[in-house]
């Protein structure tokens, strides 16, 4: 099997279209055919079901879409580690959740880089199933996650513990001494979900219901409460800013079960120790 081939593979599966794949390749249609049928021969299976208007993958190619992806970023992994060699001492490829880059490592970040200025570093972001995967598949060197890995080659260190609380605008009124879950159908909420034991809490104490506005981006949620939209469930983390600043507040609520705290990990692989060990005591 030759690189080749899988980026054909990759580009007529993005494409659904070979000519449009040599496009994209830039090279000749009949090429993009050529290095196709070639990778079917070697798999003894067929890719791709092609018709006069579209190409479509048969299961055995969805099923190796995913690995010919992590190939192809590998390889390109690769190659940047190899031309960065000379410029910089070393490199580090740090993964986490979009809302931890937004408000916990931005000065992390750049108090590691003053100090550290020949280290390379990348971010990535996922969620941490996808952060896991990455790190297993050689992506990624040291990650920080909700979920704890149960492997023998990665090393698991307990972080911190996320408190989660309702929060509103500054100026959001309430006519009661405390909320209670019966309140909810009647307020301006807003649903995030935060995760596992969140998830769990929420469905036990409030129930499978569907609300007016469910978002899953946590910049957007942010955003709605901060323009007065309504009231939502937030990682104090997240909110201790906008509280300081006076523009969200804490509000009084009482739940029928507490909300449990959501515990974070830093995770990489032990070989990897000596490596990532500058990265993780600007960490801890």
């Known amino acids: ?15 659904k279209n070979f000519t449009k794949a040599a496009e994209l390749l830039h090279i000749a249609q009949s090429t993009v055919t050529t290095r196709i049928k070639l990778l079917e021969e070697k798999m003894n299976k ?8 579209m190409v479509e993958l048969t299961p055995a190619g969805i099923n ?7 190939i ?10 190899v031309r960065s060699e000379g410029l910089f001492e070393g490199s580090i490829v740090f993964g986490s959740l979009q809302s931890l880059w937004e408000y916990v490592f931005p000065p992390i970040i750049s108090a590691f880089r003053k100090e550290q200025p020949k280290i390379a570093l990348r971010t990535i972001t996922g969620h941490s199933n996808d952060i896991i995967q990455k790190m297993m598949d050689g992506f990624i060197d040291i990650g920080v996650v909700y979920i704890p890995p149960h492997h023998h080659e990665i090393e698991v260190v307990p972080y911190f513990e996320d408190t989660i609380h309702l929060f509103a605008h500054q100026n959001f009124v309430i006519k009661k001494d405390s909320i209670v879950t019966e309140d909810f159908n009647k307020l301006p909420y807003i649903h995030m979900n935060w995760g596992s034991p969140f998830t769990e809490w929420y469905l036990k104490s409030l129930g499978d219901v569907i609300y007016p506005l469910q978002v899953d981006n946590s910049t957007l949620f942010v955003k709605m409460l901060l323009s007065g939209e309504g009231i939502g469930f937030l990682p104090e983390y997240i909110a201790k800013g906008h509280v300081q600043e006076n523009q969200l507040k804490k509000l009084p609520f009482t739940p029928t079960h507490p ?23 600007f960490l801890l």
């Open 46 to 53: 067929k890719l791709f079901e092609r018709n006069n208007r």
């Open 64 to 70: 190796f879409l995913p690995f010919a992806q992590r």
């Open 72 to 81: 192809q970023e590998l390889m390109y992994e690769g190659e940047k580690i």
């Open 1 to 15: 099997m030759e690189f080749e081939q899988l980026e054909a593979f990759l580009a007529v599966s993005q494409t």
């Open 259 to 281: 909300i449990p705290k959501r515990p974070a990990y830093i995770i990489y692989p032990k070989r990897k120790k000596a490596k990532v060990e500058q990265l993780l005591h």
